[in-house]
């Protein structure tokens, strides 16, 4: 990430950056379905992310690591990462931006 927008995002509190990434997540996502940038390695488009698996501060689950994870662990560009087939991203997504 680059230095200024680390440097931007560091003073907010923990809650603030996980709904900082929640939103860059969404816009990513936005721009990556209408064709304006191509898929990139996120979690929410990996084979081995379970959103909103767990209750409470760890919500989210890496089945590459077997853990659980926050909202603040998600990534952007994983060295892991796995293309999804479409329908387990599209459930994936719902799941993430609605739990239940």
Partial sequence: MPDAIVSAVGPLSALEQEA???GVVKIIRSLQLSGHIPVSRMCVTCKYFRPNAHEGALP???AFVDAPMAG?????????HEQAEEQQ???AW???????
Avoid: K, M, N, S
């Fill in 20 to 22: 900082f990434l929640a």
């Fill in 60 to 62: 989210h689950h890496c």
């Fill in 72 to 80: 603040r662990h998600l990534r952007i560009d994983c060295g892991e």
């Fill in 89 to 91: 991203r599209e459930d």
């Fill in 94 to 100: 719902r799941r993430f931006v609605q739990p239940e």
